[in-house]
């Protein structure tokens, strides 16, 4: 064991074995490779780049690009969505990046004479945890992009509702900064951050990091493995269907189906133009439920933000690869340490979360203040939890009157779901 074994459980998990000398000699490493004009438009000073320094630089280098595009591009369209654009992809980049990093740099040794030949294969090269990792990782990435493609996110000149309506509450020197140092720096930064995992697992395996053998190296899948992938696939599933759920209920909502297409003039109403019910269009859906404005049924009248609460569940699966790979062999939890669960990867969820709550939460006032009824839905329904919408269930039941009980889930469900639950 190092001399770190005595804070931390292993090496690799302090910070200041593998990360923070990454961080302090990003600029020494980066201008002794571009010193002058002419090595920035040398191909093959990437190349060396990217295979000598340690790969937190070059991560840490796209990720200063990136931020630049999006600072650069934010100011010639004065479009604020930029980086949005860009949300599907980054994460899976950065992944892909520290799971291939090891084929591209390491070139295994070959055994000849009369010890015969070792030839090598991918996997001595990529690691499978890794490997795997990234592939739930593209998963995310096609949920995402598809959501995103067909609600128009990359449209050009497309831009979120929220940026304008924040923009009017700053003013113009304020909104400079805070398109600076949020939209184009703090934004790239989180979506790096979510591979911290991947890059700690990566310093247990390569030749410039290995510090001392892991209880279950990366370099083999066990069954926990197994049941992390399952876990993140049921997840994902999930999610598709809370965006699914939401989209037909937008496209109900304007009169349409779930293909975009309008509905029928018979299934219109002639004097409100919102959509009549019916069951093949939007189950369990009424003209009440288009009129309200946001929808309430199916999963997300258990959470207000399903597809939001298993987006967060994703970066906690992929950081639980960790505690994984450091956690004693036996699984014998008596004998796990407190950095087997709080290392430096567990930034990764906790940006993630601490990005999309408060974006959450704004969305909501942008909601609140469009919708009457939509205050109601978050006295009834969980922010993310069902739990939390579960004990808001048992109160309503037993604590609230009876009018007030009424009032609310018929603000929410309509007057159908607070008829069918009387006469139950």
Known sequence: MTGTATQW??????????????????????????????????????????????????????????SFYVWIMEKITGNASQVDGLWTFLPLIYSVHFTVHKFFTYQPAKITLFGGVEHATIWDKVEPRLALMTTLSVLWCVRLTYNAYRRGMFKPGEEDYRWPLLRKTMSRPVWEIFSIFFIAIAQNILLAITALPNYLLLTTTSVKHVTEPVPRPVNKLILGDYVLASLFVLNLTIQFYADQQQWNYQNYKRGKNSQEKPLPNAMVDPVTKFPLHNQNVMPYSTPHDAQRGFVTKGLWAWSRHPNFACEQTTWWILYAFVPLTF????????????SHFLNYAILAPLAMNALFFPSARYSEQVSAEKYPEYKDYQKRVGMFLPIDTLLRTIYYNVIASKEDKARVEDNVWGKSRVNDKKNQ
């Open 327 to 338: 956690l004693p062999a036996d699984f014998d939890f008596s004998k796990a340490h407190w």
């Open 9 to 66: 459980a292993h090496a690799s998990l302090d910070p200041a074995t593998h990360l923070l000398p990454a961080i302090r000699s990003f600029y020494p490493a980066f201008t002794s490779y571009f010193g002058n004009a002419n090595t920035l438009t040398n191909i093959s000073t990437y190349k060396a780049y990217y295979a000598d320094a340690d790969p937190f630089h070059s991560a840490m280098f796209f990720c200063g690009v990136v």
